[in-house]
């Protein structure tokens, strides 16, 4: 908050409300800068309440904003061979290998976004497993094979088939 008013720290009292959890998230608030923005327009102390919509809605962050373009290359027995992973974010992060492919290719580009970074624990992996994971059910339907089938042919470690027959077997694929 002083160096936001360009201020001595000695000419700064912020009370705030206890805070816990929210990983973070309280971190990148706000508040603190309007209300002693108000503070010194007004020259008078000031307790700056936001309801629960605004809290949200003007002090929250986003997580990570992704754009991934991927491209797969299958061989006729169903292995992927080959897979090229273009991601486009705000700090270029979030890329692991699930899959046994032999040649890939990840680029990561830090891509400037109109809006700030979420202040979180973990970095864009959610969004590129998601992405990599929604790949990986598209070329199996554009294959005709189960879906888990595919991901148990193409894994990298061993120990994630038991994974993914106990998360077929969950979901009662194939009994829908």
Same mark, same amino acid.
């Given at each position: 908050v002083a160096e936001y008013l360009q201020t001595d720290k000695s000419?700064?009292?912020? !009370?705030?409300?206890?805070?816990?959890?929210?990983?973070g998230g309280k971190i990148g608030n706000m508040v603190?800068?309007?209300?002693?923005? !108000?503070?010194?327009?007004?020259?008078?102390p000031i307790k700056l309440v936001y309801s629960r919509k605004d809290q949200f809605q003007r002090s929250s962050r986003f997580k990570a904003a992704v754009t991934i373009d991927i491209t797969t290359g299958v061989n006729a027995d169903g292995e992927i061979i080959?897979?090229?992973i273009n991601c486009y974010e705000d700090l270029a992060e979030?890329?692991?290998?699930?899959?046994?492919i032999p040649n890939t290719l990840t680029r990561a580009y830090k891509a400037d976004l109109p809006y700030s970074r979420a202040v979180v624990r973990g970095t864009s992996y959610v969004q590129t497993r998601f992405a990599i994971e929604s790949n990986v059910d598209m070329v199996a339907k554009q294959l005709g094979i189960n879906p888990f089938e595919f991901r148990r042919k193409n894994v990298l470690y061993p120990a994630y088939v038991q994974l993914l027959d106990?998360?077929?077997?969950? !979901?009662?694929?194939?009994n829908i």
């Open positions: 000419n700064v009292r912020v !009370i705030a409300a206890p805070a816990g959890g929210a990983f603190n800068r309007e209300a002693a923005k !108000i503070a010194e327009l007004t020259e008078t080959a897979r090229k979030g890329s692991t290998y699930t899959y046994n106990k998360c077929e077997e969950m !979901i009662g694929y194939g």
